[in-house]
T-cell receptor, first 113, second 109 residues
Framework: IAGITQAPTSQILAAGRRMTLRCTQD?????MYWYRQDLGLGLRLIHY???????GKGEVPDGYSVSRANTDDFPLTLASAVPSQTSVYFC????????????FGPGTRLTVL | GQNIDQPTEMTATEGAIVQINCTYQ??????LFWYQQHAGEAPTFLSY??LDGLEEKGRFSSFLSRSKGYSYLLLKELQMKDSASYLC??????????WGAGTKLIIKP
């Protein structure tokens, strides 16, 4: 796949439901990130992982959890979705040369009603 | 607080040159990034500056002045496909990226 895939592409979800956004990369990058992007605001980091087996909290972690069981996969879970989590979610990874995200996935557009 | 400022929107003409400014106030500095994002798509990495000066990469150049908390992205020989949002981001002392809201660039024929 030579990059990052995310699933689903878009989703409409009822408030209170649990949802997992999937992210898979095939570049063997150590660092991975989850961002949300809302109109008029900069990208905001939700959670990150510097290497398999470790995760950390970003700027807006509340209501979200992540896991990093292996290098390739970095799923994001909303335990009980709320309307304020309506957003576009991007998964990204870093090749380590600059320390910032070098490649982004195509995004998941999530609407919570 | 930490802050990244960019103009919300700019308009330029095909074939011309445009400069997109970014000023920042962050707790520490460990590099500045520029990304391009076409509407409905994911951001793509353009450049990374950690030292003062100009970094040139084809039609795109990025400049940094750490003492002034200032960067710009210079786009030459504008093409219609350059119509996009341009995102500035700064890595602070905790190695966290602080993102600007982006500058929407509109290219007119």
């Amino acid at each position: 796949i030579a990059g990052i895939t995310q699933a689903p592409t878009s989703q409409i979800l009822a408030a209170g439901r649990r949802m997992t956004l999937r992210c898979t990369q095939d570049m063997r990058h150590n660092a991975m990130y989850w961002y949300r992007q809302d109109l008029g605001l900069g990208l905001r980091l939700i959670h990150y992982s510097n290497t398999a087996g470790t995760t950390g909290k970003g700027e807006v972690p509340d209501g979200y959890s992540v896991s990093r069981a292996n290098t390739d996969d970095f799923p994001l879970t909303l335990a009980s979705a709320v309307p304020s989590q309506t957003s576009v979610y991007f998964c990204a990874s870093s090749d380590g040369t600059s320390g910032g995200p070098s490649i982004f996935g195509p995004g998941t557009r999530l609407t919570v009603l | 607080g930490q802050n990244i400022d960019q103009p919300t929107e700019m308009t330029a003409t095909e074939g011309a040159i445009v400069q997109i400014n970014c000023t920042y106030q962050t707790s520490g500095f460990n590099g500045l990034f520029w990304y391009q994002q076409h509407a409905g798509e994911a951001p793509t990495f353009l450049s990374y500056n950690v030292l003062d000066g100009l970094e040139e990469k084809g039609r795109f150049s990025s400049f940094l002045s750490r003492s002034k908390g200032y960067s710009y992205l210079l786009l030459k020989e504008l093409q219609m496909k350059d119509s996009a949002s341009y995102l500035c981001a700064v890595r602070d002392s905790n190695y966290q990226l602080i993102w600007g809201a982006g500058t929407k660039l509109i290219i007119k024929p």
